[in-house]
């Protein structure tokens, strides 16, 4: 495995693990995103459409955005009012989708309590998707057919990359089924021919079945669910799950893993800047193909 920085963040127990810094992994794939950007006469065009004034969800879309246009992209959000009812939004997202000169939609989510997901998601043009949400994309997935692949699972695959984790005959346990990161990389870390187990909150002695994996992948949202007694010494660890404790942002992934895994993404800092950039990634893959550029 490449060697990782050499010792944890402020944000992490200290310990022995080393860490798989997000943003080194991010800034690579955004340098290469900014080549391919440049293979294009018209940069490639996306649009989020965001419903509402959820600071949270303000606050990532104006991340995406930002680092869109920093390797070319044009880029651009479409804010709707919280009050903004179901056929509204369809025919919004729909008139963005009928843009021809749109290579790439994203509705951010969570939406509002009052509308309906579902619908707005399969609203989208598989192939302008870049968030991998819609049906089409996640049959392609599981079919090992191309397609858009969703930006978390697509940014874990990067790290163990960047970091040359080995997947190939590895196990790995992903902890969370979610349909937005554990299902879906499930199928992409089994193209890699790593044995998978999905776990869950759920799962019979969910301890003993960490402990058997190589790589772990905790993305359930519950604040410490990995513990380091359920950790094989010198495992991989990425910490997908995000909660707030204390008013503090904490991981799935409890401080003392530090003192046992053998590298560990940070949170924050680790996973959320490579998702990020595979949305960028994800939106010129988007234009490549629909302009059938080499």
């Excluded at 879309?61 to 009012?81: D, F, H, M, Y």
């Excluded at 997202?93 to 939609?105: N, P």
């Excluded at 513990?227 to 799935?252: E, F």
Aim: aromatic letters at 2%; glycine letters at 8%; charged letters at 20%.
């Amino acid at each position: 495995m490449k060697a990782p920085d050499s010792a944890a963040p402020d944000s992490a127990a200290p310990g022995s693990a080393s860490v798989l810094d997000g943003k080194a992994v991010a800034d690579a794939i955004a340098e290469r995103v900014a080549e391919r950007v440049k293979a294009f006469s018209l940069a490639p065009r996306l649009v989020f459409v965001r419903v509402g004034e959820d600071p949270a969800s303000a606050s990532y879309v104006r991340s995406k955005q930002r680092l869109a246009r920093r390797v070319g992209i044009r880029a651009e959000t479409l804010v709707l009012p919280e009050e903004t009812d179901q056929a509204t939004l369809m025919t919004q997202v729909q008139a963005v989708v009928d843009d021809d000169d749109v290579d790439g939609v994203l509705v951010q989510l969570p939406l509002p309590d009052h509308l309906d997901e579902a619908p707005v998601l399969e609203a989208v043009d598989p192939d302008k998707d870049v968030d991998g949400f819609h049906a089409v994309n996640v049959g392609r997935l599981w079919s090992g057919l191309p397609g858009m692949v969703p930006c978390t699972p697509l940014g874990l695959e990067a790290i163990c990359d960047h970091y040359e984790v080995p997947l190939h005959g590895q196990r790995v346990v992903i902890v969370g089924r979610s349909n937005l990161v554990g299902k879906p990389a499930a199928a992409l870390l089994l193209r890699r021919h790593a044995t998978v187990t999905l776990a869950h909150s759920r799962t019979r002695d969910l301890a003993a079945v960490v402990a058997e994996a190589d790589v772990v992948i905790a993305a359930v949202g519950r604040a410490g669910i990995v513990q380091a007694s359920m950790v094989k010494p010198g495992a991989t660890v990425l910490d997908v799950g995000m909660s707030r404790v204390d008013g503090r942002i904490v991981g799935d992934v409890a401080p003392d893993v530090w003192n046992v895994a053998g590298a560990v993404t940070p949170m924050p800092g680790g996973t959320g800047p490579v998702t990020v950039a595979m949305v960028v990634q994800n939106t010129v893959t988007a234009a490549e193909r629909r302009r059938q550029q080499p």
